[in-house]
């Protein structure tokens, strides 16, 4: 067994740093939690940390630009204080770590996301109970009623563009007995909704014994007395089965707020991306979310300017928004990511000036489409989840997703309705009507 000193930490203060998504996010928090009950204590400033750790995203090539510029200031410290103990997490650590190595001496230890055995060892030392049940038992400390949750990691997909998969690793899900383990666990620390996270969420159960669906789980959690709403993304339309979405329409813990990417409206670039779907079928999707929840709030991801797109396959992307008419478009240039098929086997043809120009139009596009969607909640009445205060205004969330500035007084945690008076592309505004008792 380990002894007293090998169970105390060599460093007591930590500056964790993270950029990336949601799931990055839930990973750091996790993290944090461990060094937490380690008795290390965070702190904001890097100079005054005995360990720091950088949680990368390597999926856009701004996150890694943040994180090379983020190397170079730790690297500079640790000639300043020798002892500083370094980690660098995330999707920027692939199985290899040679090149990494060799690039970031200023490095201690390499991570793959969830991965968290050798930051421990780092900053306790050598111990033999490491890992085990230590994460499955070690829960993120709430900062607020509203939480992300991951349910299943990596993927299985292999989309051309996309280096996710070589990073987090094949899918592997949670039980349903842990993730609930978790939600009433952090239900009674305060949380009244959790966003349940996964690459592609619905491929929930896949690789479990008794292959429950992302329905299966929503509706264990939906036993929680004290938890109010559950979110879930990012979907995948193929792994969208109509049970899940009838669990989605029948919970009424269970928001019916969908983020489901699309990527392009063209069939040859979906087929390119290997996107696994036609644009028939995605738009066949969308009729069956729409046909079980009218209201429902749809938003998704595009791409422009990935290898070999002309104008007409642009313009059939152009066209899918006009038709589908989502609630908030998250548009991207296409960039090469290193490692992937893309990157491997397709050249960067498109011009810089022309993805520029496409994505000025999708996002044009999407002001005037989310404006015409958002008016449409001028006047009404809606449930809002308050989730913080930004300088002395309260903010939170309609059930389908839209945020709320509130001009009145309302208590962080609590379920209020807002009448909406003003309506903008990306937020509402109202003022406090009634407030709703919490459970």
């Known amino acids: 067994m380990p002894t007293a000193d090998s169970q105390k930490p060599t460093a007591s203060r930590y500056y964790l740093w993270t950029v990336g ?29 005995d360990v720091v750790v950088l949680n990368t995203c390597s999926v856009r090539q701004h996150a890694e630009d943040r994180a090379y510029s983020k190397l170079g200031r730790v690297r500079d410290l ?150 109010q709403r559950i979110r879930f993304l990012t979907s995948y339309p193929k792994d969208m089965t109509h049970r899940i979405l009838e669990a989605v329409a029948d919970l009424p813990k269970v928001m019916e707020c969908f983020s489901l990417p699309v990527q ?9 991306m290997r996107r696994g779907y036609t644009r028939a079928e995605y738009l066949e999707k969308i009729r069956e979310v729409r ?59 498109v011009p810089a000036a022309v993805k520029a120009e496409r994505l000025h139009r999708v996002e044009a596009i999407e002001l005037r489409i989310s404006q015409e969607i958002n008016d449409r909640y001028a006047g009404t009445v809606q449930e809002v989840l308050v989730e913080g205060v930004r300088g002395e205004q309260p903010f939170g969330r309609t059930r389908t997703g839209k945020l709320v500035h509130i001009d009145s007084p309302a208590r962080v945690g609590s379920m209020v309705a807002v009448r909406i008076e003003h309506a903008g592309p990306f937020s509402l505004r109202g003022v406090l009507e009634d407030a709703l008792v919490l459970a």
């Open 291 to 349: 046909a079980l929840m009218p209201g429902a709030g749809i938003t998704t991801d595009i791409i422009v300017g990935y290898p070999g797109e002309t104008e007409t396959d642009f313009e059939e992307t152009c066209s899918i928004l006009e038709e589908v008419r989502f609630d908030k478009v998250h548009v991207a240039a296409y960039s090469p990511r290193p490692g992937t098929i893309a990157w491997r086997k397709m050249e960067d043809d």
């Open 78 to 227: 640790k000639k300043q204080k020798p002892g500083l103990k370094v980690a660098l997490m995330g999707c920027m650590v692939g199985l290899k770590t040679d090149e990494l190595e060799k690039r970031f001496p200023q490095v201690d230890v390499f991570a793959r996301p969830q991965q968290f055995d050798g930051i421990m060892e780092l900053v306790e030392g050598p111990a033999e109970d490491l890992g085990g049940e230590f994460w499955p038992t070690t829960y993120a400390v709430p900062e607020g009623p509203a939480t992300y949750v991951p349910i299943v990691h990596g993927c299985n997909k292999f989309c051309t563009y996309c280096i996710v998969p070589y990073r987090r690793g094949r899918e592997k899900s949670r039980t349903v007995d842990e993730i609930v383990r978790e939600v009433a666990y952090l239900a009674v620390h305060g949380v009244r909704e959790v966003t349940l996270l996964g690459q592609t969420v619905e491929a929930y159960g896949h690789d479990l014994p008794e292959q429950p669906d992302l329905g299966d789980l929503m509706r264990a959690l939906s036993e929680i007395e004290r938890l």
């Open 264 to 272: 392009a409206g063209s069939d040859a670039v979906l087929d390119s």
């Open 21 to 49: 998504c949601q799931m990055n996010k839930a990973d750091s928090e996790k993290l944090a939690a461990g060094f937490e009950r380690l008795g290390m204590k965070a702190v904001d400033r890097i100079e005054r940390a």
